[in-house]
């Protein structure tokens, strides 16, 4: 007798669970359920600072965490409407800064989407969220179609809203106003109050309230690379200079942009004399982007030739150009936010163009002990990458307390920062990097 055969049925996913299902999510979030309430806090305030930054003014940053939500406003322009808009789009990705290799703290372009889904992954019924840019009143709702078996997103709009915040509801936050329990053995999620006094201590410009509580500024004028400052070709490989090429021309394919206007917006080429020469060694003079489009592609060996002029006719940035924390700042903040003790504050800083990478970058270190009257039984490292704190820290400062001789148990208290034009950056939630 014929063996029953059998027939496996086709089935088809909907691109959404791609961030609608706690497994994806984390993937995407780069961390387990516990840990997406900090994690999406500071994706709320690395978007925050880097949108202050943008309109060059220093960031005031507001924190609020409360029993079933958290917020955070600032004083940047606003999420622009065709950002929010876009960003519920689930089938791109939308950022102002992927593409680009600069030093903002966002590059990837998916966490507003992960702020959307979270809430209601977590609790599985509904998710609210709300965006406030300073003209209008967002309230994202994420439901469950129980026909479709598929979230489903709702938009309600008000013609009001003088803030830039937004609101997350999430179930229990309070949870992260909770100091965990220290554990050898399980990584417990940090809570916010830890995580607002990092972002102060790598953001000497910036002012930022928690539920009420100041970390105030030590200079509103203190200088760091901006986001609206031109990125150097210095910092492209051609394939990344491809990639922002193929970008310009995905939004407007018959663009009249030329080459030539294309390389203005590059840090050193303003000047027309040098715009000129660059696209003439090039080879590309009276050029426009879409002439570099062949068979539905971009071929690399002209934006190699391209690139090579670039870098001919700019010069490298300076290390120094991206900014530094400073001793003065880290070492009042580690007296006032860890209680060190102020004879025994180390610092050293090394800014320089790596050999193997040509970006520049600027490494700062900060070591201390403790003040005598606060003395803990374990060391403390705060690592952060372009003014942002990683919740793990860095294989730079692992290999130096290793060198060092510095067990978890030592009361010493470091701090590790580096900035640079990019990191490669090896998980979604931005905190493993290739150096
Ligand atoms: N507080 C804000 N004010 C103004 N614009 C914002 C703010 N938050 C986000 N945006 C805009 O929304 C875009 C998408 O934000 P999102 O956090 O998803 O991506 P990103 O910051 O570019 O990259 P990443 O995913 O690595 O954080 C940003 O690139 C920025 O243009
Ligand atoms: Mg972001």
Known sequence: MKKPQFVRKLFTTSRLLEFFTEKELSMQIGHSKEWWPIALLKELIDNSLDAAENINKPPEIQIVIAENYFSVEDNGPGIPDKVINRSLNYTVRVSDKSYYVSPTRGQLGNALKCVYAAPFVA????????????????????????????????????????????????????????????????????????????????????????????????????????????????????????????????????????????IAEFRGLSGTTKQKEATDDAGLSGKRLCDLIVNNDIPLAPIEKLLMSLKKHSRQVKATSLGSIGEEHLKTRM????????????????????????????????????????????????????????????????????????????????VCHIARPKFEYTDKGKEQVCL
């Open 123 to 262: 609790n599985g019924e509904i998710g609210k969220i709300e965006i406030v840019n300073g003209k209008k009143t967002y309230m994202i709702e994420v439901v469950l179609d129980r026909i479709d078996q598929k979230p489903k997103i709702k938009l309600n709009k008000l013609d009001e809203g003088n803030c830039k915040k937004v609101t997350v509801f999430y179930t229990d936050s309070a949870g992260l106003l909770l100091t965990p329990k220290v554990s050898n053995i399980y990584k417990t999620p940090m809570d916010a109050e830890t995580l607002v006094k990092r972002y102060a201590i790598f953001n000497p410009h910036a002012t930022f309230n928690l539920n009420g509580k100041t970390y105030e500024p030590s200079s509103t004028v203190w200088k760091k690379w901006l986001p609206t400052e031109p990125t150097s070709p210095h910092w492209y490989t051609p394939e990344q200079l491809k990639t922002l090429i193929a970008a310009y021309l995905s939004m407007d394919r018959d663009s009249e942009k030329t080459v030539r206007e294309f």
């Open 335 to 414: 007296m006032n936010d860890y209680h060190i003790a102020p004879n025994s504050f180390k610092y050293k800083k090394i800014a320089k163009i790596d050999e193997v990478t040509n970006l520049p970058h600027v490494i700062e270190i900060g070591f201390a002990i403790y003040d005598k009257d606060h003395e803990q039984n374990s060391r403390q490292v705060i690592s952060g990458l372009n003014w942002s704190p990683t919740f793990d820290f860095l294989s730079e400062a692992k290999t130096m307390l290793f060198e060092n001789h510095i067990e978890p148990q030592d009361p010493v208290c470091v």
